[in-house]
């Protein structure tokens, strides 16, 4: 049987009163949005917190909107949410291939988009979307409120720039035109992590890419990130000999171990493979295509 | 800490440790033993039950977290002596063997049919594909839902 220590509990009424109570009561306390992260960690107390501060009751961070040219996503949005919000498939199909592969539709009812990234467990498949889109993290403190890119987000497994006393309260992507994005995933069964994972994100001028973000779970990459291949990439023509030899670096850039998911080498080449079959579906969504 | 809740339309107030999972208020204290406690991983789905309208994991939540919220259990299919037509279903279909998934499973497909009373064969796979049954091999549960769908009232099938 499996059961946290015991902790204490307070509920939070406004983004404010669970700023002032991560303040009052310090770094021994934790939010807690779906729990599904953080109450597994309890069981097994690889986390211990002496208090946990439920979110759940602060409906302003429920929200998927598109607002001063930017995907914005409220950290306490389910996963169910984002997968059935039509605004985000819309600007960014990636996020519906990815929650549709995230857990399962019953994790999805109640697990957050903000308590996925704030885990930033090495293999957790939106840090690798969202490194791919570009995008940025809204973190409060009772002080005010900062806004960092994905990149400084994430500063190593388990660990992001959210400190103590802060709270992630929103996620931005931002949206240019004649772009296009796809999402990969292998795992072992519905539910597991990934085995790899692989988030593709162009931006087509013609048939310039413009920019363009890969993204990459579960491989060690650096910030969730396939900088070698995208730097490959980027203000050349995209096309299929490009993909394959960028997709070539994303796998040379990782340093996959071997566990229980399968061993280095083959996830060495489903970061290769994965990589991209996710550039050939973001570059056909680019042009209009489905794919 | 007291917590209140309403579980099945009714009610109630207890004292518990935050530290207790809903699964196990549920079955421990209110004696709704009809809720299945599994793998206490989040991975078998025994233990999901409806928390304001949606089928959750309840070995992942805390019962404080439920407070003041709406709980549904399995106990709350049948009224008044006539079974859900998913009950009927799993019944007619012969959806269960041991017995051990089926609250879960039956809370997950009551949920898909209020959504889409009409599922594709797909549609009832994904909507369970987070629970887990070592019995059937799934097909049986899926003719089961299935059944369901195509007899949304069971008063028919009773008389």
């Known amino acids: 049987m499996q059961v946290p220590a015991p902790v204490e509990y307070e509920r939070a009424t406004s983004v404010e009163h669970a700023l002032d109570l991560l303040e009052r009561h310090g770094p021994e306390a934790r939010l807690i949005a779906g729990g599904h992260s953080l109450l597994p960690m309890m069981k097994l107390r690889l986390a211990r917190p002496e208090i946990l501060i439920d979110i759940n009751d602060l409906t302003g961070l429920f929200d998927v909107r598109v607002e001063a040219g930017e995907l914005r996503i409220g950290a306490m949005t389910r996963h169910r949410e984002l997968l059935e919000s039509a605004t985000a498939g819309?600007?960014?199909?990636?996020?519906?291939?990815?929650?549709?592969?995230?857990?399962?539709?019953?994790?999805?009812?109640?697990?957050?988009?903000?308590?996925?990234?704030c885990q930033a467990d090495p293999s957790e498949d939106l840090s690798a979307v969202f490194a791919a889109l570009r995008a940025s993290a809204v973190i409060r403190s009772t002080s005010g409120e900062r806004v960092v890119a994905m990149d400084d987000f994430h500063l190593g497994p388990y660990t992001t720039a959210v400190g103590p006393a802060e709270m992630l309260t929103e996620v931005r992507v931002p949206i240019r035109a004649g772009s296009g994005s796809a999402y990969e995933k292998v795992e072992r069964r519905i539910?597991?992590?990934?085995?790899?994972?692989?988030?593709?994100?162009?931006?087509?001028?013609?048939?310039?890419?413009?920019?363009?973000?890969?993204?990459?779970?579960?491989?060690?990459?650096?910030?969730?990130?396939?900088?070698?291949?995208?730097?490959?990439?980027?203000?050349?023509?995209?096309?299929?000999?490009?993909?394959?030899?960028?997709?070539?670096?994303?796998?040379?850039?990782?340093?996959?171990?071997?566990?229980?998911?399968?061993?280095?080498?083959?996830?060495?080449?489903?970061?290769?493979?994965?990589?991209?079959?996710?550039?050939?579906?973001?570059?056909?969504?680019?042009?209009?295509?489905?794919? | 800490m007291q917590v209140t809740m309403t579980v099945n339309g009714e009610e109630v107030t207890r004292d518990v440790e935050p530290r207790l999972l809903l699964v196990h208020f549920v079955r421990d204290h209110l004696g709704l033993t009809g809720t299945h406690w599994g793998c206490d991983t989040s991975n078998c789905g025994t233990c999901v039950l409806w928390m304001d309208g949606e089928p959750i994991k309840s070995c992942t939540v805390l019962a404080v977290m439920a407070n003041g919220r709406s709980i549904r259990t399995v106990e709350d299919l049948e009224r008044d002596g006539v079974l859900d037509p998913v009950q009927q279903g799993f019944v007619e279909e012969h959806g269960l063997q041991c017995g051990f998934c089926t609250p879960g499973m039956m809370m997950t497909a009551r949920r898909l049919l209020d959504r889409h009373p009409d599922p594709s064969e797909a549609e009832i796979r994904e909507a369970i594909c987070g629970q887990i049954c070592r019995c059937t091999g799934y097909e049986n549960i899926v003719r089961a839902i299935r059944w369901a769908a195509e007899h949304p009232s069971t008063a028919e099938v009773n008389a």
């Open chain 1, 90 to 117: 819309e600007q960014f199909a990636i996020l519906h291939d990815a929650e549709r592969v995230i857990a399962d539709p019953i994790v999805r009812n109640w697990g957050t988009i903000g308590g996925s990234i």
């Open chain 1, 191 to 291: 539910g597991d992590w990934a085995i790899v994972a692989a988030g593709a994100y162009l931006c087509l001028d013609g048939s310039r890419v413009t920019d363009v973000g890969i993204g990459l779970a579960a491989v060690r990459a650096e910030h969730f990130r396939a900088g070698a291949a995208e730097d490959a990439l980027r203000g050349g023509d995209a096309t299929d000999e490009a993909f394959v030899s960028a997709a070539r670096l994303a796998a040379e850039g990782c340093e996959p171990v071997s566990d229980q998911r399968g061993p280095a080498d083959y996830k060495r080449h489903l970061a290769g493979e994965l990589t991209l079959r996710a550039l050939r579906r973001a570059a056909a969504r680019a042009r209009g295509q489905e794919a």
